[in-house]
């Protein structure tokens, strides 16, 4: 029997909708969803690869119980009653002890957390994390710092765009599929792309200017740009007249930064900048600062994301074709929105063990700052961490250190990992469950909100293999063992979508027909110099901001330079590939073929005081000796010479991965001492702030 | 030459290699083979920009494929009414000669098979009307199937415009 079913991909964080077609049982093809005009079947080389995942026999096939030490590989096979027999019991004795905030949960995010959040509420824990701390908590931190609201109120209109401004925002290797096709048809009608990083990642290759930037020093360049705008009133003074409070202060904070002073920091010449200022000043507003995504990087990282913002608002950017748009949700249109389980729960009454929200004011308590989570295991100080749940995250190889982090889990009675691949978390817990892949499962429905506010679907294509489940499944079993399953009454998923759907007059077969369903046939265009929705007290772009000097925080920050490496020593950069998602498809069958292992790229001529070739091996060291590891070496003249470059998540450690098991290296190891090194007011932590030795291999 | 072509806008080829992953899923292929590949060269400095040149390598399918006059057991084809030129798998010994005899790297060998195998321009697709899988998924639709003369036309129209002198 043949069938398509409409679904959302799981390959990476992006979600693009596909289309899966499915013979008897298995799945034939993935593409991307017809139904959807900037899909149109278009898909990434991980999409397709969805298909290998699925297939791949070194996936977790079934529950394991570890039987000898942590990390030592010596598991024993369970049912999945055992196995959640035995993690309820331990969990029962921990809140017996120490109450259910003793237990943490982490996950990656995302639109489909409905169900294992409110798992976690309904045992009446309030320690839930996700991995912003090693993505775009700065980002978030400096939008709720000048518009009250977090990053995603905003989407980016780049078909319409004339000058595209990227810091390391590689967009065409950092895919987004629909994104990356919509960037190039706008380069081709003669759009501008300005890229800066420090190494000419492939967004420079299509770039119309690239300038390689002195590593850690964006929000120089940021000052300079602002300064030289502001001086040569190159702003869009009704807009910022209208919307904007703080532009005197923001202009005598400046002064001292000049377009000569910013050419010393960063390396890029001031007539260069002061050009690049009266070109985006010829284009605004249909000018994009794209603040960035992953921007986990520097120390100062929130006050250049921050200024990267207030450039937008400088060049009347918002809510305008070819800049930033506020995206509109069901309310906006006049719809009803999908129910949440979560708001069924009530919040546990205890405080974050990592203090956000109470202790640090300015962070935001939602996920919290899983970096803050170790100290506290490690002190007990608010109070004991006794359990953590990892689901399809990988703290070992996204936060730093990862024997500073084990020294942390080993002070836990409990470490569980669930998820649909070998993790170097998993690996290193009690109790590995196997998820289902997206393929094999469906999800919440999804609010999709935009120009076009939609709701979405992942609806799950075949049968899961070995004996693979469901997370909603799994979560919902765990909390009717720990007492908590009155929330928990759906049989399946399509019993809990009919409920979530209650209110709105959309059906499930409506949003299975194409995979989604829009709430209104015409874009949202809001009058942008009327009926812009900032969330401050001010209801203005507070460029002063409100609520950092509600916790004593400067709104600008003065410039202080990075530290430049020592002799032989190199800032250590990483990065993404288009085939590789973070560390989850290095054991991919289609992907590894393709990348099987990172390389280190290295400046040619700092190469040649090493005395290093293309292609040589170069062993890597990291700052206090700890690590030490080889890898091929990528002699180019495209990276700035302070820096070396890997690309993230190889170097695994997994001997049940056969085809990653210790190719290429790991950034996150050679980040020793950097778990408790973050943005003091974004509170994402500082990757980059890390310094790797390198020379030839013997 | 077969009477279709992928023409590769350079212009818009990013280098994801999404359809080297399009292409062995599609033809459900072990680890080895590789029936198009994009090799990426470069970078080189031009007007001051990085430059790179992603360079994608199916098979040309050839009007007289020197791989079909290799192959002893007539397993290598050239299908009469379109050109594609295939592999029988059932005739198909494993001799390689295919791969020896092609000046373009094209035939593979699958190791799981014993035979060899190439780009057939995804000819059950073609069959139904649709295109191959690296053209179809192509993110920026860089990749074109189609008349060779008609794509010739499009580099013509395109080129014309942006040289286009309007005084």
Redesign the interface.
Known sequence: MKESVYSICGMCTVRCPIKVDVEDGVVK????NPNDPGMA?????????G??MLYDYERPQHPMIREGKRGEGNWKKATWDEALDYIANKLQDIIKKHGAKAIALSDRGGPFRDIHRSFLRAIGSPNYYNHDCTCARNVQHAALSLFGSGRKTFNYDYGNCKHLVLYGRNV??S?R?KQ??II?DML?RGGKITYIDPR?A?T???????WSIRPGTDYALNLGIIHTVLRDKLYDAEFVNQWVLGLKELESFVIPYTPEWAAEETGIPANEIVEFANEIAAARPAVIFHPGWMMARYSDSFYSVRTNYILNALMGAFETPGGLFFQKGPGDVGAKGLKSLLDTIPKPEDKRVDGCGWKHKHFDAGPGLLQLLYPAIVSEDPYPVKAYIAFRHDPLLSLPDPDAQKEAFDKLDLVVAIDANYSETGWYADVLLPSATYLEKSSVLTTGKGLKPQFGMRKQAVEPRNDAKADWWIFKSLAERLGAGEYFKFKDMEEFWEWQLEDTGITVSDLEKKGSVALTDKPVWWNRMKDLKFKTPSKKIEFVSSRLAASDIESFKPYESPKKPDEGYYRLAFGRS??HTHGRTQNN???????PENQLWLNDEEAAKLGVANGDRVRVTSADGSHSGTINVYV???IHPESVFMVHGFGRKVPWQT?GYNKGLGDYRFETGLLGVYDPVGGANSLMECFVKVEKAE | MSKYYIYQDA??C?????C???C???NNL???P?LSQIIPV??K?LNN????SYVFMPCFHCQEPWCVAACPTGAMQKRPKDGIVFVDDTLCVGCKACITACPWGTPQWNPETGKAVKCDYCMDRVDQGLEP?CV??????CLHFGDPAKKSQSKRDRHAKKVADFE
């Open positions: 093809w993935i593409e991307g079947g278009r898909l990434c080389a991980k999409g397709s690869a298909l290998a065409f290797e895919l599929v990356a096709n190039m081709d000419a492939g420079a290759m299509k770039a119309t200017r690239y288009p085939v069958p289609v992907l590894s073929e393709i990348m180019t003249e495209f085809r | 212009k818009r990013i280098g994801c290699f999404s080297e992953s399009h062995k899923t599609k072990p680890i080895g590789r470069g970078p400095k920009l990085p430059r790179m899988a179809t998924k192509c993110i920026t639709k």
